[in-house]
C-alpha cells in the first residue's frame, strides 16, 4: 500500500508507529554490514547446501562474494579469515518469488477531455505492460530490512498498477553501494483489476478482464507476425509501433512468462484458461484454495507461488460449547476451512507440484509461525525450505547462480542458532550478494514458567518510544475474553493534540511471542499497523510495522499494580 501524508500527519503517525512494537524474534537493527571481498571461512557448521542434503562438521569458504568451496577437510588459504560455526546452522539465502516491497504506484493519469469509458486509454485501463518494475523501486526501503532480517537474500520485485501493470525485476538485499540488480524483465505481470475503471469503464470485470487480455494477446500475435514479414519481404506496408502490444513479444516467443496474481480459485481456474487457450508460460502467485485449484494448475503447467500469510484463527479455534445451532453449524465450517487452508502446501506437496513462497500479502514477523503450522499440518520441512529457495531459483530462471550452496554460486546463505523451522532458531546472520549482515539474538524465554502456566500478558501496559520525530507513549490494556484476547492501545493523535485509540486485532500468543494489528485514521486515510515480539509477564521487545514506513523498536512494562505478585 502506498501512502502520501502531510508533513504533520506523517511525523505524528511516525511517533506513532514507536509508540509499541514488538519483533517476533527478538532481533536488534543490524550493527553493521561489510562485504567480504576477501576470503572468507565458516568452519565447524551444520550446513545444508540444498533441501535434503546436509552435511555436519562441514566449512564454507567464500570469495568476493561467491561460494569458494563447501564441504569437509578444506583447506584454508593462509588469507582466510575464519568464524567459528560450532552449534550453527547454514542455509542457502531465501529467494522471495513476488515481492511488492519497495515498490511505490505510479501517479493515475488524468482522463482526456474526450475521454470514451468504451475505449479508454491503455493507462488509464490499468493496461501498462511497458513499464518497469525497478523505475519504481526503492532499495533502501525500511521493509527490505526486515525481510532480509528473517532471510530473504533475493526477491523477484514486481510493479504495482492494474490488468497489466509491468515487467518484473530481480534483485539481491546486499549492501546499499551496489545496484542490487541480477535481471530485468523477468516476467510479464498480470492480474484480475485494473485502475480506476470498475464501473463505467471498460475493462470493468474480471470477464471484461479476461477478453481484454486475449485481445491484446491476439493483436500481438498479429503485430509480431506483421514485423516479421516486413523485415524480410518488400512491398509491405510499415508496421505501426505499439508498446502495449510490443510488451508480448517475449511472451509470444516463450522466452517470458505471466506471473498472474489471484486471489481465490476462481481466478486461478480463469488464469489457467487463458493459458490453455493462448498458450503461454504460466506463474500462478498467491494460489489459495487449493483442494478446488490442483486440476487447473497441472492441466496449464503453471508453476506456483503462495503466499504464507494465514487468515485469522479466533473463530477456527473458538470453542463451540454454549452456541446455539446455527453458529455451531458456521462455526464447524469456518473451522473446515480454516483446516482446508492449513494443508494446501502439503496437498501440493502429495500431488507432485513444486511451488516456491511470495511475500505478498504477507508480514515478515508472521513467517516462521505460519510456515511451522502448515508443517503441522503436513508439509514436509525439506518442501518448506525448498520453497523458500531452489523451487524459487527454478520459477525465476536463476538456479545456476541462486538457491543452494555450491561452488561458484553467489554467497547468500542463513545462518542460524537452531534448525531453522524450530521456535527456538534465532538468525544471527544474513549474508547477501556477499555482504554479511549480523543480528543481536537473544535468549529467548520459555512458553512455560516454571510452575508452567502460560505467560499472563493480561493487564494495562505503558509504553514509550524514541523516533527521528520525537518521543512518544501511551497504554495498551489486554483482557481475556473466554479463549480470546482483546485489547486497546492508545496513541499520540494524527489530527492533533492528545491521544487516540484503537482496538487490537487478531492478538496471538504463541509460546513467548506476540503479534497483533491495530487501525489508525489518519488525513482521510485508515493504516494497518502491525505489531509483534517477545513477550514475558514484565516487558515487551520487538518492533511495528507502519505501511512503506518501516519498522520501529519500542520497550513496554506492565504496570506494577497489575503485575502477579
Keep these: 500500500m502506498n501512502i502520501r501524508f502531510k508533513p504533520k500527519v506523517f511525523s505524528s503517525l511516525l511517533c506513532l508507529a514507536l509508540c509499541f512494537t514488538l519483533h517476533a524474534f527478538g532481533q536488534s537493527d543490524p550493527r553493521g554490514e561489510r562485504r567480504v571481498t576477501g576470503t572468507y571461512a565458516i568452519v565447524n557448521a551444520t550446513v545444508i547446501t540444498a533441501p535434503g542434503k546436509t552435511l555436519e562438521g562441514a566449512t564454507i569458504l567464500v570469495k568476493n562474494g561467491l561460494v569458494e568451496n563447501v564441504g569437509k577437510n578444506i583447506s584454508l588459504p593462509p588469507e582466510a579469515q575464519v568464524i567459528k560455526g560450532d552449534s550453527l546452522f547454514i542455509y542457502p539465502g531465501f529467494i522471495d518469488g513476488a515481492s511488492s516491497i519497495g515498490i ?17 486509454p491503455d493507462e488509464l485501463a490499468g493496461i501498462t505492460p511497458w513499464r518497469n518494475a525497478l523505475d519504481y523501486y526503492d532499495k533502501n526501503n525500511n521493509q527490505i530490512t526486515d525481510w532480509r532480517k528473517v532471510g530473504f537474500t533475493i526477491a523477484q520485485i514486481v510493479p504495482e498498477g492494474g490488468m497489466l501493470p509491468g515487467k518484473s525485476a ?68 510499415r508496421p505501426e509501433i505499439n508498446k502495449t502490444l510490443e510488451a508480448f513479444f517475449p511472451v509470444l516467443d516463450k522466452n517470458m512468462p505471466i506471473l498472474f496474481e489471484v486471489s481465490n480459485d476462481l481466478e486461478t ?43 485469522n484463527d479466533k473463530t477456527a479455534n473458538a470453542d463451540l460449547e454454549g452456541k446455539t445451532d446455527e453458529m455451531r453449524g458456521r462455526t464447524i465450517r469456518i473451522k473446515e476451512a480454516y483446516q482446508e487452508i492449513l494443508e494446501g502446501p502439503a496437498q501440493l506437496e502429495k500431488a507432485g507440484i513444486p511451488f516456491g513462497f511470495t511475500s505478498m500479502g504477507g508480514r515478515s514477523s508472521e513467517m516462521f ?6 508443517i503441522e499440518n503436513g508439509l514436509s520441512e525439506e518442501a518448506a525450505l525448498a520453497a523458500l529457495t531452489i523451487n524459487n531459483a527454478n520459477i525465476l530462471g536463476i538456479q545456476k547462480f541462486a538457491g543452494t550452496l555450491e561452488k561458484g554460486k553467489l554467497a547468500n546463505m542463513v545462518i542460524s542458532t537452531a534448525p531453522i523451522f524450530s521456535e527456538d532458531a534465532q538468525i544471527q546472520h ?15 524465554s520459555k512458553s512455560n514458567g516454571a510452575n508452567g502456566k502460560t505467560i499472563d500478558i493480561t493487564g494495562i501496559w505503558d509504553y514509550t518510544s524514541d523516533t527521528p520525530a520525537g518521543s512518544s507513549n501511551g497504554t495498551m490494556e ?14 499520540d493523535n494524527p489530527a492533533g493534540s492528545g491521544k487516540a485509540s484503537s482496538e487490537m486485532n ?34 515487551f521487545r520487538g518492533n511495528m510495522s507502519l505501511s512503506d514506513f518501516g519498522s520501529f523498536p519500542l520497550n513496554a512494562n506492565k504496570k506494577p499494580n497489575q503485575r502477579n505478585q
Design 478 to 491: 489486554i483482557k481475556k475474553e473466554g479463549d480470546s484476547l482483546r485489547g486497546t492501545i492508545t496513541y
Design 170 to 237: 530481480i534483485v539481491t538485499y546486499g549492501g546499499k553501494e551496489s545496484t542490487n540488480i541480477l535481471a530485468n524483465n523477468t516476467a510479464l505481470n498480470a492480474r484480475f483489476r485494473n485502475v480506476g475503471g470498475g464501473r463505467g469503464m471498460y475493462p470493468g470485470t474480471q470477464l471484461g478482464i479476461m477478453a481484454k487480455f486475449r485481445d491484446l494477446y491476439k493483436n500481438a500475435e498479429l503485430s509480431a507476425k506483421h514485423n516479421r514479414l516486413f523485415a524480410s519481404t518488400s512491398g509491405l506496408t
Design 269 to 311: 481456474k480463469r488464469a489457467a484458461s487463458l493459458q490453455r487457450e493462448l498458450g503461454f508460460p504460466l506463474v500462478l502467485a498467491g494460489v489459495s484454495d487449493i483442494n478446488y485449484s490442483i486440476d487447473a494448475i497441472k492441466t496449464s503447467n503453471a508453476q506456483v507461488l503462495i503466499g504464507f500469510r494465514l487468515p
Design 369 to 374: 509461525k505460519n510456515i511451522r503450522l502448515m
Design 506 to 539: 487478531n492478538i496471538t500468543l504463541s509460546g513467548n511471542n506476540l503479534s497483533f494489528t491495530f487501525n489508525v485514521s489518519a488525513g482521510g486515510m485508515s493504516l494497518e499497523v502491525t505489531v509483534a515480539g517477545d513477550v514475558s509477564e514484565l516487558d
Design 104 to 120: 511505490s504506484k505510479p501517479a493515475d493519469p488524468e482522463r482526456p477531455a474526450n475521454f470514451d469509458p468504451s475505449n479508454p
Design 430 to 444: 544474513v549474508m547477501a550478494d556477499g555482504y554479511l549482515f549480523d543480528y543481536d539474538i537473544s535468549k529467548k
